[in-house]
């Protein structure tokens, strides 16, 4: 089967009525919980990004109390899958202030881990690399913005 292209979806979907969209959406969604929880994203956060942000933290918060602090295995095993939940929220919004907000936040909560992840090089390496990632986030950014979160990077980078 060949995929057809996003140019053929949207001219066939704007000769569907009102009915017939709402069904192929309810198809959609039921398909994949990604499909289910974007759509629930749209229709329901997408307003309130404020909201959305300190839900997003909320679940972060909980995540990071949850951590199995046993060894710095189970621990690095536990900030990937936090990891890859904030990078599907990041993904919903896509909007670059929200994914360096929310990845600053992930930042700050790394090092607050006890015991201290200094000492681990896979922990750190998860961690440059998402400073890396905001960086490059920030460069996209008005320079108000870009100097407010750099400066609440390196903040939290030297607190540490």
């Known amino acids: 089967m060949t995929t057809t292209s996003l140019i053929e979806i949207k ?12 069904k192929l959406i309810l198809r959609l969604a039921k398909h994949k919980v990604e499909n289910k929880e974007l759509l629930g994203y749209l229709l329901f956060e ?11 933290f ?10 199995n602090n046993n060894s710095y295995y189970l621990i690095k095993k536990s900030i990937r899958k936090i990891q890859r939940l904030t990078k599907k929220n990041i993904k919903y919004s896509q909007k670059k202030e929200i994914e360096v907000t929310i990845g600053i936040y992930f930042c700050k909560k790394i090092l607050q881990i006890k015991p201290s992840i200094r000492t681990n090089n896979a922990i750190m390496n998860i961690l440059e690399r998402q400073v890396l990632s905001i960086r490059k986030s920030l460069i996209s950014l008005n320079e108000d913005l870009q ?5 609440a990077l390196d903040r939290i980078l030297k607190e540490s």
């Open 11 to 22: 001219n066939e979907l704007k000769e569907l009525n009102n009915q017939d969209l709402i």
């Open 147 to 151: 100097f407010d979160f750099q400066s």
């Open 58 to 67: 909320g679940e972060l918060n909980d995540q990071f109390h949850n951590i």
């Open 46 to 56: 997408s307003t309130d990004q404020e909201a959305y942000v300190q839900k997003i």
